[in-house]
């Protein structure tokens, strides 16, 4: 997020809230990680995540900058809520691959 601060980029609330969405469309179809079957769908919300909270650091320095360091703590009670659908994912990946079981040889 510094890099792209210092680069001049810029951030909105409107691009904080899209870019997992279509960076994951992107990931999982656009680059076919989808014919990677469960691990593509994981590798594709592990990407899309990583644009999102850069672009929430992006935002969060932004903001900051503008409000002061009291306003970010109220940004940061939303997050819960961005990182439910990730926990979905665990649960959906374990129910799949059911419980690990270690081979000792």
Known sequence: ????????????????????????IKFYFIRRMF??????????NIDAFHFFLTE??????????????????????????LLKPMQDVGDFVHQVTGPRVNAVA
């Open 56 to 81: 929430a650091k992006l935002y969060e320095r932004a903001y900051r900058r503008k409000r002061g360091d009291e306003a970010v703590r109220l940004l940061w009670l939303f997050v819960p809520i």
């Open 35 to 44: 014919l990677a079957g469960w691990r593509g769908f994981i590798k594709a």
């Open 1 to 24: 997020a510094k890099q792209r601060e210092e680069r001049g980029r810029h951030c909105s609330l409107a691009r904080v809230l899209l870019i997992f969405p279509l960076m994951f």
